[in-house]
Structure formats: structure tokens, C-alpha cells
């Protein structure tokens, strides 16, 4: 038994999480909602035998009962998602919100997917691609000792940030540095994001600071560090350690690359995977709380 | 060369790319003794900020000796004539920066992107502009781009509303006719009332010809620092190229000799180390890597007994860009343990 889904957003990220929900044990993706007619994306979902519409969420609301969407993936923008996901939760539909609009509570899998379960959001947030490649080495030294401040620099190839998230990148930093403090544990949280241009493009780099409060214990840090990575690498195989551990005086330094499927974008895209398979992960949770019978179908007029 | 008769605006740089050459540790009250030195020699317009802009401290690039709040506070209300600018790196900074630097009163903010991603800037030009600021954009490491793909990307920028576009030699990489191509290219296609502007760095020692030639092509605004105080080998040194405009009858409203003792007397005094074209300096005007790097690259080059000149070269191959400051450990941390490796070997 799966539950139905939908896609809203038909860009880079909406495309790439279709492809790895049709593999889904749990999720079964029934439509994506785009708003250019022309969009690769739409095109992709038609040939794998989803329903689309170019005409926005609401021309998705009519089919939600008939089609029985349980749950929907926003990857559409900041400033268009609050409106989805008044309209989606309107009508009971579970939303996992995609874009860095954070208005549900924050999920990032390996460190607090268990903490959501039984809770009865409604809407939950993915953070960032750069938050789901950082926050949980800065929880993985958090949880070993307090972290002053943690600061987290996400570099990703030109092609594979798209236009929402070029229009949105205050949004990023921001909810980036949310993200690191209340999953990641660290007192003061920053983000940094550069796009690279060069070309064969650069797989996704990010890089990882903390400071700690007190001298860092090593030993303790790095074996955190390195079963984090174990767990990251459960859903994304290409999450890699290319450098640290590093530790000069009570700065803590993690250098990591993300080499995707390559399901959507080439491999150099790990920022769209590891946002899609944490985001997918997040609606199998959900999913598997529906058929359990342990959540119920969360509409405000039901 | 002729370019009598002609007026060029004179943007001073030491307070914000000199930054980077003293580690971000220029005090309120340097700052505010060499801006107001600037001031009375006539210079226009000082930028104050963080060297990698609003919102730049951070572990990966440094923290500073004040925040920039103090900074523009402190320099602000001292200025008679000049006005202050301050630099904003969208993906580090955020239009919440924008907003507390406008609250501190400056007249100009400069949003700065790589020269091919000009549309991260959008959300922060419209409210520059919104806000009633003298906005640029900045295009950094525009010796990476052909002229044409500059232009494209100043379009996009003044269609956002800025009112003048920079091309920004962060590499000190360009030749003269390199400048000449792109600001022709930019002042034939932008509009009419676009200012354009260069932003040089004298890694190859050709700060003074590329801004000349700069202005040859139509540039109404030219950076430099008063004693060169900048990233690399420093900015265009920018009371030697006043004396220069004064000989050659261009019209910049500052005063040769006072901006000499500024440089002489209130600038060089403040420097960690002689601003020039070491080696190092060179390698990055050479290879065209970002001049930020440079200190970055020294201090990482001694912790692991790896030469400075070498991980700047690698950087320059990875084609890293500015900003990618997180890359010059990665990359010693590599050599270090590919030369142990190698030893092992042996």
C-alpha cells in the first residue's frame, strides 16, 4: 500500500524528486503541477504516467478527493509557497515544504525525523539543500559538546541552481542559519552560498565550522562525525568526507563533497538529491504514519 | 591618449578591499582618521565595510576588529563632502544588511556577484534602488567572461534598477585591452544614463593603465585605494593615479598633493606588510585567482609546510571563484597528504 502525492513545482528539484518517489516503498507520485507549459519537468512526469497541469496548485485542488492526495512537496519558491500551503492543508493534504519559506516546523532526517513523528504537523520544512548537506555534522559536534557558533559554506555548480533559488538566496542564508541553530544545536548559526560556474560544473562542496565552547574532545568529535556521515549515506551515497575533522584550537572543520544519482541533473547536482531524498525520506515517514493509522488525515474542515 | 577635459569620479577602496590586506582588523578609529583624511583631500566616494561585505564575518573569511554597524556608525556622521558606500555579496550578505546600512546612512550600496550570476542580485538591487540609493552592481572576475556576456549580465542588473554597472578585475588578470573590450561593450549597450565603472587590482602592476584605459572606453568611475591599500597586491594606488588624470587634464576634484600625504602619512603607517607584487601577487594576476585569497593562502601555505604561490595555482585550476575561501585549506589539506604520501613512497 502506498499513499498518493503530489509535486508541486515542476523545476530542477520538483523533477529530480519524482524520479527517486516512482522508486518509493511508500510514496506513489499521481501529479505534477507546473506553470510553464513548455517545462521539461511536466514533460517528464506525462512520460512517466503522472497528471499534470501547467495551471498552478489550484487547478490541483479539484482532483485532490478523486485522486487522493494525501500529501504534496512543495519545490515551487519562497514567496509562492505560503499561499500552496494554505490552499493544500485547507484540504488535508500533508505538506512537505521544499522551498526555504519555512513556515513548518524544520526536518532534517538524521537528526530530528523521529522527533516528528506523532506530532500532527501539518506542514513540515526541508530547510535548504546547503542545510540537509551541513546540519547534521554541526548536530553530529553538538551532540558531543556545546557549540558556540557554527558557520556552514554550501558551493554549488551554476546549472544546478534554478531560477527560485537565484530569487530566494536571502531566503537561503537565513533559513540556513535557523536551521543550524534549532536541528543543529550550535548557540548562533551562518550561512554562506556561492554558485560556481566552471565548467565540467563542480560537484557540490560544503564546508562545516564550528566553534566549540570548550576545548573539543578530538576523538569524541570525529567518531560523531563519521557515524553522521554512515547515516547520511543511507539515502545519500555520495555524501563524502574529503577532508577534517580539522581542529585548531577550538574551531572544529569539516570539508564535504554531495555527488548525486544523477537522476535528474548529472551527478555534479548533490544539492538537489540530498534535498530530494531527505524530503522524500520525510513523506515515506509520514506515509508510513498514514497507513499505521497513527496520524490522521490533518484537515482543518474534516 | 587623450582623454583631456574629461570627469571621472574617484571611489576610495582602503577601507573595504584594504580590509582584506589587514585581516579585517582596521579599527573604528583608523577608519575613521583615514576617511576623513579621503574627505578633506576631496575624494567623492569611501567604501566601509567588512572586505568581503556587509555581513562577511565569519570563520571562512575572518572576523573583523568591529562589526560593520560600528564601522559605517563611526565613519558616517564624520564626513563633510564624501559619501560612504558599502559592499554587499548576495549568498553572504542579506538585504537585512542593506537595510541596517542605509540606517547607518550611506549613499551608495554596491551589490556584487560572480560575473555570470547576476540574477542572485535582483532581490537586492530592487531595494537599493526601492530605497533610494545610489545602487551599482559589481561583476566580479569579469576577466572570466568574454564582453558580451558582461554586458548580458549588467543588463540584467539594470533592469533590477541599478544605476551603474562595474567591470571588477578581482584578479588583477586584465590587460588593457582586455578593459578596453568590456567597458566599450558595456557603455555601447547599457542605457545612455548608466554610469559604468572599473574596479582594478594591481597584481600584473596595471592597475594605472587599465583604469585609464577604462576611461578611454567611457568609464565615469574608477577605483582605487589611497597607498594601494587592497586584496593581492592592492587596489589601483589611487593617489598615483590621480597625479596621473591631473597630467593628463581629466577632472577628478581631488587634490593631488593632499591624497599624497593621505597615502603617505595616514594609510601606510596602518599596513602590515608592504603592499606590492610579491610573488604570490603576481601568480594570482598570472593565473587569474581571486585576490582575497592571498593572506588566506599564506597562513594556510605555513600551518601545512605547503608553498603559498602553489595552492594558489591549484585554486586558479579548480576554477574557484570569490567567496571560495573554504577551498584553500581542502586544497593544502590535499597537498599536505599527497606529499606525505609521496615520502611513503620513496
Redesign the interface.
Known amino acids: 500500500m502506498k499513499v498518493n502525492a503530489a509535486l508541486v513545482g515542476s523545476g530542477n528539484i520538483g523533477t529530480d524528486l519524482m524520479m527517486k518517489a516512482l522508486r518509493s516503498d511508500w510514496v506513489n507520485p499521481v501529479w505534477m503541477v507546473g506553470i510553464d507549459p513548455d517545462s521539461d519537468g511536466l514533460a517528464k512526469a506525462r512520460q512517466s504516467g503522472l497528471k499534470t497541469t501547467h495551471a498552478g496548485v489550484d487547478a490541483l485542488l479539484d482532483h485532490i478527493e478523486t485522486d487522493d492526495v494525501k500529501i504534496a512537496f512543495d519545490a515551487t519558491s519562497a514567496y509562492v509557497h505560503p499561499e500552496n500551503s494554505r490552499k493544500l492543508e485547507q484540504r488535508g493534504v500533508l505538506v512537505v515544504d521544499l522551498t526555504p519559506a519555512a513556515i513548518g516546523p524544520y526536518c532534517v532526517p538524521p537528526v530530528n525525523l523521529q522527533e516528528h513523528i506523532g506530532r500532527q504537523e501539518t506542514n513540515v520544512n526541508m530547510v535548504s539543500c546547503g542545510g540537509q548537506a551541513t546540519i547534521p555534522l554541526v548536530a553530529a559536534v553538538s551532540r558531543v559538546q556545546p557549540v558556540k557558533?557554527a558557520?556552514i559554506?554550501a558551493?554549488v555548480a551554476?546549472k544546478s541552481a534554478g531560477?527560485g533559488t537565484?530569487?530566494n538566496?536571502?531566503e537561503?542564508?537565513?533559513t540556513t542559519a535557523n536551521g543550524i541553530e534549532r536541528v543543529g544545536g550550535a548557540k548562533q548559526g551562518?550561512a554562506?552560498?556561492?554558485?560556481?560556474?566552471?565548467e565540467p560544473p563542480?560537484i557540490m562542496?560544503d564546508?562545516i565550522?564550528c566553534?566549540t565552547e570548550d576545548t573539543p574532545d578530538e576523538a569524541a568529535i570525529t567518531g560523531s562525525v563519521r557515524e553522521m556521515i554512515g547515516e547520511v549515506q543511507k539515502y545519500v551515497p555520495g555524501y563524502r568526507l574529503?577532508?577534517?575533522p580539522?581542529f585548531d584550537g577550538r574551531?572544529v572543520?569539516i570539508?564535504m563533497e554531495v555527488k548525486g544519482l544523477g537522476d535528474y541533473l548529472p551527478e555534479y547536482a548533490g544539492n538537489l538529491d540530498i534535498m530530494t531524498a531527505a524530503a522524500l525520506r520525510t513523506g515515506e515517514m509520514l506515509a508510513e504514519e498514514m497507513i499505521n493509522g497513527t496520524l490522521r488525515q490533518a484537515a482543518v474542515n474534516a | 591618449m587623450d582623454l583631456t577635459g574629461k570627469t571621472v569620479k574617484l571611489h576610495d577602496m582602503c577601507l573595504r578591499d584594504g580590509m582584506h590586506a589587514k585581516r579585517h582588523q582596521i579599527t573604528t578609529e583608523q577608519m575613521v582618521s583615514v576617511a576623513s583624511a579621503l574627505d578633506d583631500a576631496g575624494i567623492h566616494l569611501i567604501e566601509v565595510t567588512h572586505g568581503d561585505g556587509l555581513g562577511g564575518a565569519s570563520i571562512n573569511y575572518g572576523f573583523p576588529a568591529s562589526t560593520d554597524e560600528d564601522y559605517l556608525q563611526a565613519v558616517v556622521p564624520r564626513m563633510k563632502n564624501a559619501k560612504v558606500s558599502a559592499l554587499l555579496l548576495p549568498g553572504i550578505g542579506t538585504v537585512d544588511h542593506l537595510n541596517m546600512a542605509r540606517d547607518c546612512g550611506v549613499h551608495t550600496i554596491r551589490v556584487a556577484t560572480h560575473c555570470t550570476e547576476a540574477d542572485v542580485s535582483e532581490q537586492h538591487i530592487s531595494s537599493a534602488r526601492q530605497l533610494g540609493l545610489d545602487t551599482v552592481g559589481f561583476l566580479m572576475m569579469a576577466h572570466m567572461v568574454e564582453p558580451q556576456q558582461l554586458l548580458e549580465q549588467g543588463k540584467l542588473m539594470e533592469a533590477y534598477g541599478a544605476n551603474c554597472i562595474y567591470c571588477t578585475d578581482s584578479a588583477g588578470y586584465m590587460l588593457p585591452d582586455d578593459v578596453s573590450a568590456r567597458i566599450g561593450t558595456l557603455r555601447a549597450g547599457l542605457e545612455k544614463d548608466t554610469e559604468i565603472g572599473f574596479h582594478g587590482h594591481h597584481n600584473l602592476a596595471m592597475g594605472i593603465a587599465n583604469s585609464l584605459a577604462a576611461i578611454e572606453a567611457g568609464a565615469d568611475r574608477i577605483d582605487g585605494s589611497a597607498a594601494g591599500l587592497g586584496a593581492g597586491a592592492g587596489n589601483t594606488p589611487l593617489e598615483v593615479f590621480n597625479a596621473v588624470l591631473d597630467r593628463m587634464g581629466v577632472k577628478t576634484g581631488v587634490d593631488v598633493f593632499k591624497l599624497m600625504n593621505v597615502a603617505e602619512d595616514v594609510v601606510v603607517p596602518i599596513m602590515d606588510q608592504l603592499i606590492r607584487v610579491d610573488r604570490d601577487s603576481l601568480i594570482m594576476g598570472y593565473a587569474g585567482v581571486y585576490s582575497s585569497f592571498l593572506l588566506h593562502a599564506k597562513r594556510v601555505g605555513e600551518k601545512y609546510r605547503i608553498p603559498s604561490g602553489d595552492i594558489l595555482v591549484e585554486l586558479g585550476k579548480m576554477k574557484t571563484i570569490g567567496g571560495q575561501e573554504d577551498m584553500i585549506e581542502d586544497v593544502a589539506l590535499n597537498m599536505a597528504r599527497a606529499r606525505r604520501e609521496l615520502k611513503v613512497a620513496q
Do not use: C, Q, W
Not at chain 1, 554562506?192 to 566552471?198: H, K, R, S
Open positions: 557558533y558557520e559554506v558551493t551554476s531560477p537565484r530569487k538566496i536571502d537561503f542564508t537565513r551562518k554562506i552560498i556561492i554558485l560556481n560556474p566552471a563542480m562542496r564546508t565550522h566553534l574529503k577532508n577534517g580539522v574551531r572543520s570539508f
